[in-house]
């Protein structure tokens, strides 16, 4: 699928994967979308939720690379043929990442996915 830009005095400068012009930035390789994401903490943890509705645990992947939690997936649309009033839930791929503060401890983290929300916990290191 390709992008389209209608604006014909632009300079488009190609870079891999991207075309960029005057601020705007298109991605051709792919629409992924990144789901609702809050991120906070309690007085011992650290916690990500991701609204995932309508999904099983076995769309999504959830990775911890360095102090980087990265939740990646893909919502599926039913097949059925549709002509849409409005449309304003996402499907296909999606990722989002989460930068992780120093002081969390990635070896004993807690995910639980339930009524729509993937909730990932991590316990705050103890410093004495």
């Not at 075309?19 to 705007?24: R, T, V, Y």
């Not at 939690?69 to 919502?75: A, D, M, N, V």
């Not at 043929?81 to 449309?87: D, F, L, P, W």
Request: glycine share 8%.
């Amino acid at each position: 699928m390709s992008a389209l830009i209608r604006k014909s005095d632009l300079v488009m400068q190609k870079k891999p994967a991207r075309m960029q012009s005057l601020g705007w930035q298109v991605d051709i390789r792919s629409y992924a979308w990144s789901p609702p994401t809050d991120v906070f903490e309690t007085g011992s943890n650290f916690v990500v939720r991701v609204e995932l509705a309508g999904m099983n645990g076995a769309d999504f992947q959830v990775a911890v690379n360095g102090q980087a939690l990265i939740i990646t997936g893909t919502r599926t649309e039913s097949q059925e043929c549709r002509s849409y009033h409005q449309m304003e839930i996402r499907f296909g791929e999606f990722s989002t990442s989460v930068d992780l503060p120093q002081g969390v401890d990635t070896s004993h983290v807690e995910a639980n996915y339930a009524d729509g929300f993937l909730t990932i916990t991590f316990p705050k290191l103890k410093t004495y």
